[in-house]
């Protein structure tokens, strides 16, 4: 029914329109000729001369009706065309056409005419000449002329008949009938919806934004536009359904136009918004001069989520940006160069980078072999004298260690020493505790009788086995000035881990100074309790127990070496039997805080500039979180670690040291052995291996920082070409990856092995489970080899590594927090230290009270202030974005308590 309305319109229109002519032409008043022009042209309408594809026109001068004509010497088809345009936002509808044919030959001449190839019609004329008449255009026809636009192109051909010597296809009268009509667009047009391919891009990347929706026909124009310096412009030649931008260098935004050229209207897209992420542009800094083997930190400068490829000139490494930074230690053997290859941000966007390097330069020290150095090299933290009058700041320095004694308190108020390999040796614990004679007259000697049945232990604050080199050194540690009341967990455990701890890292390389301490009233021993004084009142009780260690390269001219990026080590222990609830470097602070509660300066001769960085500092070096001391195991098919981080998963299977199945228990003295090791090389199909687990708790991220080992055995398997030894690990508990190179040595020791290069044991999530492997081969088939402790302060395996909260890199990578507790037991969390763009509180005390935080510069000038509300306990979150790189002071008053404490803002 739709097709016999449609065809019924256009025979009406086609009968109302037939005596309208758009053309005529009936070639001149004299000669005819291609370019004669019609005498009817519609307004509409634009035309040229006739063309013809064979044959030539001739004029025929005076001849009737003055016609067009084509000569040829034969009757053949022939084609005329008349080319016709009709003007934009206009449209040409045919209905009829006719035209006069005037030959001189006899017979009939057939004609075809068609527009833009549709045949509109056909027939023949009489050779003596004749018109068609007018012929009405039908059917399919008619609709396909109906509504021409742009170019029109006219054919009539020829062909048949005979002719005499003028020629054939006179033409003349040639008329086209029809109308004329405004076509296309009216009112205002469709606005469209503009869509880019890529909404969110790299930087020199393009995209191509197509406009749907919008009008489209005749009249309808488009004009794409960018937004720049405030106003819409332009873009040349951007003027279809699509445009492609430029590539792009910032965030850019683009519409488009729609004009309807009839009505003069026009309307505007969307907007639609273009982000372009910017190209990573990281930066390296941490150019040294170090000792052979020693750590020093390459910092990466860039923007968080940046992956940041770089190389030591051979090896290709990773690092991620947190926190606009990211810290990663090396510890080269040789002038290395580091290099940033390439960077890829969190967005995808990559590009090689150049330019941007450190070098860290191995210098040779002028003396690598440990010595016995000056015990107050750090300085005299509380300033103390030799006068008698200053009883309670009265200093003793002996050959061993340097204290300051306090008489009222009966008791050190410090002790600092110089600990190497120089100090250590095989002397066993004289056990011989005996007054100091050192002190004058009137001062109360404490005698070891004054501990006993009190429920404390006599701790050293000077360690026995820190001067166990001879027995005359190991004696003096036993002096009743260098011991105080301490809780006997916390000295046999806690305390003691950290005192094996700094005698571990003098086996890897490092000397120490070393001050311990205790201040404030009240222990808990075990007897239970509280208890403030003992000897009837002689001797103080301290609530608290501390200690700072720095940590140098062995060296000379030792002060001048301490710098900035030097390691100091500041913790602060309870002084009661709750003390393991945590390893020791759950507790560890910094100087500043130690400072703040006893009031004394402890690294004194220290240049100022760098005591304000490295007092201010919370350590966060990798630390043994889980240690085995072999100590009176012998012949053990399975051992628990006895050194076990509280935030590691403490089940059976975590903790224990287990066996391959080649590997069965063998004897020996405080060791974990086998004689199943071969001479069968290092692989990892081989059985015969120690194997342990470890992972982190819920909440927790673990990174594996290094492994150490003492070894003991039967001389027939280490001797000669000596062990061969060589760890794996395992991330799925089948598939282990041998860690760097094997290790053949004919002594005891393989040196520490770093981990902190193999990202694959970094930054891994609680659900991550990492299984340990030890592999060896010896020089016979038999004999026993294995993990050994040669006394009982030492380790005899030992895992290092980091344990942080879950997201904690998010403020600083490889920053940590500084855990403070004052007098009036408000104890506060303060992360991360360093800081960058925020600081966090935790914090909780005896009892509510208004909270009040406070920051000032280290002149004074208050930076930052808040009052909280009132609370007991709670979490504070303070912005750092407007402050300055530098040290900073945090006040923390709850009531009438307060707790200050430094930090440094990156």
């Not at 571990?504 to 311990?516: D, H, K, N, S, V």
């Not at 009142?537 to 127990?545: E, L, S």
């Not at 009052?867 to 923390?892: D, F, H, K, R, W």
Request: proline share 4%; net charge neutral.
């Amino acid at each position: 029914m739709k097709k016999l309305l449609f065809t019924f319109l256009i025979a009406l229109i086609a009968m109302f329109s037939q005596a309208q002519s758009v053309y005529v032409n009936g070639f001149g008043a004299s000669t005819a000729s291609p370019a004669d022009p019609p005498s009817t042209l519609d307004a509409n309408l634009s035309t040229g001369s006739w063309t013809i594809a064979s044959g030539s026109f001739s004029s025929l001068a005076g001849a009737t009706g003055e016609a067009l004509s084509m000569s040829s010497a034969t009757a053949t088809t022939n084609t005329w065309m008349l080319p016709l345009t009709v003007t934009a936002a206009h449209s040409l509808a045919l209905t009829s056409f006719s035209f006069w044919n005037r030959a001189s030959a006899t017979g009939y001449t057939n004609w075809q005419l068609d527009v833009n190839g549709t045949v509109i019609g056909s027939g023949s004329v009489s050779a003596s000449g004749a018109s068609t008449g007018t012929i009405s255009i039908s059917g399919p026809a008619l609709t396909a002329v109906s509504a021409l636009t742009g170019s029109v192109n006219v054919h009539l051909v020829w062909s048949g008949g005979t002719h005499g010597s003028t020629g054939t296809g006179r033409l003349d009268n040639f008329t086209l009938n029809g109308t004329t009509t405004t076509s296309g667009c009216s009112g205002t047009p469709a606005n469209g919806t503009a869509t880019a391919s890529i909404t969110s891009l790299c930087s020199g990347n393009t995209t191509t934004l197509t406009l749907f929706g919008a009008s489209t026909g005749a009249g309808i124009s488009y004009q794409w536009q960018s937004f720049v310096s405030g106003a819409w412009s332009n873009i040349s030649s951007a003027n279809s359904l699509t445009y492609t931008t430029p590539a792009l260098s910032a965030n850019a935004y683009y519409r488009c136009t729609t004009t309807c050229s009839n009505s003069g209207l026009s309307g505007n897209s969307n907007i639609d918004t273009i982000t372009v992420h910017p190209l990573p542009a990281p930066s390296i800094s941490g150019t040294a001069s170090i000792f052979s083997g020693a750590s020093t930190n390459l910092t990466f400068t860039g923007t968080t989520g940046d992956t940041i490829t770089y190389t030591d000139g051979t090896t290709p490494a990773v690092t991620v940006i947190s926190g606009m930074s990211s810290v990663v230690s090396v510890s080269p053997t040789v002038s290395t160069t580091y290099s940033i290859t390439s960077a890829t941000s969190s967005f995808g966007c990559t590009q090689s980078i150049s330019g941007q390097s450190a070098t860290v330069t191995i210098i040779s020290p002028t003396d690598t072999i440990p010595t016995r150095d000056n015990n107050l090299a750090m300085g005299n933290p509380s300033g103390a004298t030799t006068a008698t009058t200053d009883s309670n700041n009265y200093l003793i320095t002996k050959y061993q260690y340097t204290l300051s004694y306090n008489n009222h308190n009966g008791m050190a108020n410090w002790v600092s020493w110089h600990l190497s390999r120089a100090w250590t040796g095989t002397s066993t614990r004289c056990n011989c505790f005996t007054q100091d004679a050192a002190l004058p007259a009137g001062y109360y000697k404490a005698s070891t009788g004054n501990y006993t049945n009190t429920g404390f232990d006599r701790g050293h604050l000077c360690p026995s086995a820190d001067r166990n080199g001879n027995d005359t050194d190991n004696a003096v540690t036993y002096k009743m000035t260098n011991i105080s009341p301490q809780a006997p967990i916390l000295n046999e455990q806690t305390w003691a881990a950290l005192e094996d701890y700094c005698r571990q890292l003098t086996l890897e390389g490092y000397e120490t100074y070393i001050i311990a301490g205790a201040y404030g009233t009240g222990g808990s021993g075990d007897t239970g309790g509280t208890t403030n004084n003992i000897a009837s009142g002689k001797i103080n009780v301290p609530d608290h127990f501390y200690k700072i260690v720095v940590v140098l390269p062995v060296g000379s001219n030792d002060l001048s070496r301490v710098d900035t990026n030097t390691r100091v080590i500041a913790v602060i222990m309870p002084n009661t039997q709750a003390a393991n609830a945590h390893t020791w470097d759950y507790y560890r602070t910094t100087v500043d805080s130690i400072e703040s509660i006893t009031g004394y300066d402890y690294l004194s001769n220290v240049a100022a500039p760098i005591q304000a960085v490295i007092e201010a500092s919370t350590d966060n070096g990798p630390v043994p979180i889980a240690a085995w001391n072999f100590t009176a195991a012998n012949n053990v098919a399975t051992f628990a670690a006895t050194t076990y981080d509280d935030k590691l998963d403490t089940t059976a299977s975590q903790k224990n040291l287990t066996r391959g199945a080649t590997a069965a228990a063998s004897t020996g003295a405080h060791s974990f052995r086998t004689t199943g090791f071969k001479n069968n090389g290092i692989s990892t199909a081989n059985t015969d291996y120690f194997q342990t687990q470890i992972k982190a708790q819920s909440g927790y991220e673990l990174s594996l920082t290094g492994l150490n080992a003492a070894f003991g055995g039967t001389a027939s398997f280490f001797a000669g070409t000596g062990v061969t030894s060589q760890f794996a690990y395992s991330l799925d508990g089948t598939n282990f990856t041998l860690i760097g190179s094997p290790v053949t040595s004919t002594s005891l020791a393989i040196g520490p092995i770093n981990l902190s290069g193999i990202t694959a044991l970094q930054d891994l999530p609680s659900t991550a489970t990492v299984t340990l492997r030890y592999y060896a081969s010896g020089q016979t088939t038999t004999g026993g080899w294995g993990f050994t402790s040669a006394d009982s302060g030492v380790n005899g395996f030992i895992i290092e590594g980091t344990i942080i909260p879950t997201g904690a890199k998010g403020a600083a990578q490889g920053a940590t927090s500084i855990t403070v507790t004052n007098y009036n037991n408000i104890h506060a969390t303060i992360y991360p230290n360093p800081a960058y763009d925020k600081l966090y509180i935790d914090f909780t005390a005896d009892k509510a009270g208004k909270v009040n935080v406070r920051i000032v510069d280290l002149s004074g000038k208050k930076v930052y202030a808040k009052e909280i509300g009132t609370y007991q306990n709670g979490n504070i979150n303070i912005p750092l974005n407007n402050l300055a790189p530098g040290v900073y002071i945090t006040e923390l008053s709850i009531g009438d308590q307060k707790i200050v404490q430094r930090f440094v803002k990156k």
